[in-house]
């Protein structure tokens, strides 16, 4: 079974640009997060998609974040514009649906995003 | 108060010996408790979830619950140098939305 794939792994960009990330989640998971994971912090909820609806986005900065799940698939994460302080590591994770009991989460690689 | 909390460590602990990990959370309505292995510049990777009071074993680990506590642990047997990584213990909270909130996490290190 493949894994959550995300790209692109690195990204370094000036401040106030713009970055977008992608996210493919695991085949038959109607569940999509995001978190942001700052160094030597736990990873921290951004937004929770169930299908192609958000269910939790009260963490993400919606001034400078968006994202997106049109097709209740795949999923973008956009940055507009960036700041140094959201130097970090974009996870995207999946899991089945809640209401069949399972919550376990799987993470993809991360994408780390460096802002200069 | 934080959410979760665990001790950032290091702990450090001789191969063979057993290591023992604990994590503290402030919702009482949690059900879902998580333990996640993080090595150096990898994502988290789930090794052992526990949903009801008591242990659950797997292999070497061993996940402990205690929810009149608030209190959640994890046990490695027979640590070995490849379990040295940072472990992310991650709670459901009461709103049961599927949420994931982190502890930031103890490093261990387990030396040959």
């Known amino acids: 079974e493949a894994g959550v794939a995300q790209s692109p792994r690195y990204k370094i960009i000036e401040k106030r640009q713009s970055v977008a990330f992608w996210c493919n989640p695991i085949?038959?998971?109607?569940?999509l997060y995001w978190y942001q994971q700052i160094l030597g912090q736990g990873p921290k909820l951004l937004i929770q998609?169930?299908?192609?609806?958000?269910?939790?986005d009260s963490q993400l900065p919606k001034d400078r974040f968006s994202a997106e799940r049109l097709k209740g698939v795949d999923s973008t994460l956009k940055i507009q514009p960036a700041k140094l302080e959201d130097s970090a590591v974009y996870l995207c994770?999946?899991?089945?649906?809640?209401?069949?009991?399972?919550?376990?989460?799987?993470f993809g690689p991360g994408t780390r995003l460096t802002v200069t | 108060q934080k959410e979760v909390e665990q001790n950032s460590g290091p702990l450090s602990v001789p191969e063979g010996a057993i290591a023992s990990l604990n994590c503290t959370y402030s919702?009482?309505?949690?059900?879902?408790f998580f333990w996640y292995r993080q090595y150096s510049g990898k994502s988290p990777e789930l090794i052992m979830f526990?949903?009801?009071?008591g242990d659950k074993e797997d292999g070497r680990f061993t996940a402990q619950l205690n929810k009149a506590s608030q209190y959640v642990s994890l046990l490695i047997r027979d640590s070995q140098p490849s379990d040295s990584a940072t472990y992310l213990c991650?709670?459901?909270?009461?709103?049961?939305?599927?949420?994931?909130?982190f502890g930031q996490g103890t490093t261990l290190q387990v030396k040959p």
């Open positions: 994770a999946s899991s089945l649906d809640p209401a069949s009991s399972s919550y376990e989460q799987y």
């Open positions: 085949s038959g998971h109607a569940t």
């Open positions: 998609f169930q299908n192609n609806g958000v269910v939790d």
């Open positions: 919702d009482r309505g949690s059900q879902s």
């Open positions: 526990i949903y009801s009071n």
């Open positions: 991650a709670v459901i909270g009461s709103s049961n939305t599927g949420k994931l909130i």
